[in-house]
C-alpha cells in the first residue's frame, strides 16, 4: 500500500451503523402493512376483495394521515443512509409507477 493510500483510507470516516429510532421502527412497519394492503388489493382487482381480519378496502382520514407521516419518515431514515456504499454491491430496485 502506498503513502498516499494510507493516508486516504485514514480520513474515511468508519462506517457506523444506527439503529432506527423507535418511531422509525413504526414508521417502517406501517409502511410494510401498506404495502401488504396494496398487495391484498392487486390479487383481488378488479372485484372488491373478501372482507380481512388484517386489512381494509378504505382508509379513514386518520389512517391516510398516519400513513403519510409513515412515508415521510421512512424517507428521511432512508435518506441517511443512501450515500452509504453496501458491501456486496446489491441494490434493490425501485417499484416502477405505471
Not at 400513513?67 to 415521510?72: G, L, P
Request: proline fraction near 8%; charge should be negative; include cysteine.
Amino acid at each position: 500500500m502506498s503513502f498516499t493510500s494510507y493516508l486516504k483510507q485514514c480520513f474515511v470516516p468508519p462506517r457506523v451503523l444506527v439503529a432506527p429510532t423507535e418511531a422509525e421502527q413504526k414508521a417502517l412497519r406501517n409502511i410494510i402493512t401498506i404495502a401488504k394492503e396494496r398487495m391484498w388489493l392487486a390479487e383481488n382487482y378488479p372485484k372488491r376483495p373478501e372482507p380481512s381480519m388484517d386489512f381494509e378496502a378504505e382508509l379513514t382520514g386518520e389512517q391516510v394521515k398516519t400513513c403519510q407521516q409513515s412515508i415521510t419518515l421512512a424517507e428521511q431514515f432512508v435518506n441517511n443512509f443512501i450515500h452509504l456504499e453496501q458491501p456486496d454491491g446489491s441494490e434493490i430496485a425501485p417499484v416502477e409507477k405505471q
